[in-house]
């Protein structure tokens, strides 16, 4: 039997594979760039890793009874909740350079015009999420702990544990930083018609009730901290009625036009 020599082409399966390999390879590469680029960070911050916990501590530190401080009740404690806040502080950092990564990841699958769209909602939401941090650390936390300073029993000295301390105020930065998205969600589902202005515009008193109960479950049980995440919240929630009411504004003449076409 002879054999001609030529090869096969390649079976639709083949084909299929090739593609794939190449996203998880880039893929893989992505990730190992935003890893290396928090570790990078990390490292570079880790010898200032107790300054940063001190200008963390400092709302509390600051309205602490004279004759009072924080106290570490574990052993490892006053190495690992600088550590730990340190990791936090590179992540946090480092998220412009690592959602980049994702965006260069998923840009090419994209139309032009997700493209102009996508990216100015990824920076915004990266400002956002910032700006809810600051809020936290600013506005709520020198209210927050002179309420709980002051609130407690004379003979009651405020010790503070230091890895308590962290977990309390890390949980407040992620929730202020989340709740500070609201108006790029509420945008999105007014651009995607999943919602109309005016539906969400008639649900207010169900969005006001919501918000207190969001924050009543994500901060401490007191009415201080609650309020101080709720009506952020809410004034957010109507910053996104506004920006979904002009963008519908300035697509209607154009829809217009299409339709008399």
Do not use: C, D, N
């Given at each position: 039997m002879s054999q001609t020599g030529d090869?096969?082409?390649?079976?639709s399966s083949e084909e299929g594979h090739a593609p794939l390999i190449e996203h998880l390879v880039e893929l893989r590469s992505r990730l190992m760039r935003a890893v290396i680029a928090i570790l990078v960070i990390f490292l570079a911050l880790y010898a200032f890793s107790n300054d940063i916990y001190q200008f963390v501590a400092d709302p509390l530190m600051a309205l602490l009874p004279e004759g009072s401080s924080m106290i570490a009740t574990e052993v490892a404690s006053?190495?690992?909740?600088?550590?730990?806040?340190?990791?936090?502080?590179?992540?946090?950092?480092?998220?412009?350079?690592?959602?980049?990564?994702?965006?260069?990841?998923?840009?090419?699958g994209l139309y032009e015009n997700e493209k102009n769209l996508a990216l100015p909602l990824l920076a915004s939401s990266v400002?956002?999420?910032?700006?809810?941090?600051a809020?936290?650390?600013?506005?709520?936390?020198?209210l927050l702990f002179a309420f709980f300073t002051q609130a407690g029993p004379e003979n009651v000295t405020v010790m503070t544990d230091i890895n308590q301390y962290l977990n309390f105020v890390l949980k407040l930065f992620f929730a202020f930083g989340i709740a500070f998205e609201i108006p790029i969600a509420t945008f999105l589902l007014i651009l995607s018609g999943a919602?109309?202005?005016?539906?969400?515009?008639?649900?207010?008193?169900y969005i006001l009730l919501g918000c207190f109960v969001i924050g009543m479950l994500m901060t401490p049980p007191d009415v201080?901290?609650?309020?101080?995440?709720?009506?952020?919240?809410?004034?957010?929630?109507?910053?996104?009625?506004?920006?979904?009411r002009l963008v519908k504004k300035r697509r209607q003449p154009d829809d217009g036009e299409e339709t008399e076409e």
């Open positions: 090869t096969p082409p390649p079976s006053p190495f690992l909740a600088p550590f730990k806040l340190t990791l936090v502080v590179a992540v946090f950092i480092a998220m412009p350079f690592v959602l980049h990564q994702a965006w260069a990841f998923v840009a090419p400002v956002l999420f910032y700006l809810g941090a809020f936290a650390y600013y506005v709520v936390f020198p919602a109309s202005v005016a539906s969400l515009s008639a649900k207010r008193p201080v901290s609650q309020s101080l995440l709720a009506v952020p919240m809410y004034l957010l929630y109507e910053v996104g009625l506004l920006a979904g």
